[in-house]
């Protein structure tokens, strides 16, 4: 998320020199379901526009890994080549 809030900041001229993100996952369990939730956490330096704000806002939430953990996820595990 910051890679790419800084490669934005770089192509669009803005001048900042901290931002930081954090991310922390929560999981509910209902029943045999479960459910998790990533909550994330942006501080940008004071002394930006809003549009600013708002451009780097937008690109923490088009980044890469975001988009790859929207949706359902599942994980499909394989253990190859190994033998006792």
Known sequence: MV???AAV???K???VEQMNASVEGRTEFI???TRTRFV???ELEEGLTSREVRILYNAARSCEVHKM????I???EHLEGWER
């Open 40 to 42: 994330t956490r942006l």
């Open 13 to 15: 001229g803005i001048q």
């Open 9 to 11: 900041a770089v192509n």
């Open 3 to 5: 890679l790419t809030m």
């Open 69 to 72: 953990l929207q949706g359902e």
């Open 74 to 76: 599942e994980f499909e």
């Open 31 to 33: 029943g045999r379901e």
